[in-house]
């Protein structure tokens, strides 16, 4: 029997559970988020949830959350650090599962852009919000809480996987965010945040501002957005980079240099 951990509730019907995957992308490791009913005192085994992401197959996080009655199961996206657990939670807890994805999931039909979902004593509504994927969704819960996934992080910026993701599709995204009322953040990675609209508004500033760096950068290299490769920019735009995050750099890097070329 695997050591159970117990969440941590961090507002009124929210407890948080993180996994043990820390990594340079995954910060601390991967969010598991447990809502039920705010008007009840505690998170107590037994106690009906939904749950946003399970998380990657990591055995004592799984059973840590199947301690839980979970009604449903939430994926904001489709990579192996969110989606990993599903079956082994399936086997587990016997919940179904819905995503965006039809392949991910189980017993339930696709989400809808718009849709409220009522169940565990909670009110949620689904946000499509692509460009990290295609396939990213963000949820909010009582109006009051945003479960940003990968599209917005506790701290850092977040990668476009392009050509999946695109960075039109992104700034859509943040800017359909920043236009839902003022509330607490809480990423799939890294911290939670009381408030929401500040950091919005960073991750579309920082876009733009490495916009212009690569605006800048074609400009000395002689080139435009659709001639250069990622290959030509990533020194002069990321100096110092992490190797361990020269890939994900240029997967960001490919997304603008396609917007650039596509808004000449």
């Known amino acids: 029997m695997a050591h159970l951990s117990s969440p941590t509730v961090i ?20 969010n598991s988020y447990l809502l039920f009913d705010p008007a009840l005192p505690q998170l107590e085994p037994g106690t009906p949830v939904v749950l946003i992401d399970p998380g990657p197959e990591l055995e004592e996080h799984l059973q840590s959350l199947a301690q839980f009655e979970i009604q449903l199961v939430l994926i904001t996206h489709r990579h192996a650090d969110h989606t990993g657990g599903i079956d082994r939670l399936r086997e587990l807890a016997g ?6 994805l039809a392949e991910y999931c189980r017993d339930a039909p696709v989400l809808e852009d718009h849709e409220v979902i009522n169940a565990a004593g909670t009110r949620i509504q689904v946000h499509f919000t692509p460009g990290h994927t295609s396939d990213s969704v963000c949820f909010t819960a009582q109006d009051s809480q945003l479960f940003t996934g990968d599209t917005v992080l506790g701290r850092g910026t977040t990668i476009l996987e392009h050509p999946d993701g695109t960075l039109a599709d992104y700034l859509d995204s ?3 965010l920043l236009a839902l009322p003022e509330m607490s953040l809480h990423p799939a990675h890294g911290q939670q945040h009381e408030t929401s609209h500040q950091l919005l508004r960073a ?23 659709a001639d250069a490769t990622p290959a030509d920019l990533l020194e002069i735009v990321y100096p110092d980079l992490d190797p361990r995050l020269v890939g994900a750099a240029s997967h960001s890097l490919e997304a603008q240099l396609h917007y650039l070329a596509s808004n000449r």
């Open 174 to 176: 943040l800017n359909r």
């Open 11 to 30: 507002a009124p019907g929210i407890g948080l559970l993180t996994a043990d995957n820390p990594s340079e992308m995954t910060l601390d490791g991967t």
């Open 95 to 100: 919940a179904p599962v819905r995503a965006k």
């Open 203 to 225: 991750y579309l500033e920082h876009r733009e501002s490495r916009l212009e760096q690569v605006r800048v950068a074609l400009q000395k290299l002689g080139k435009a957005g």
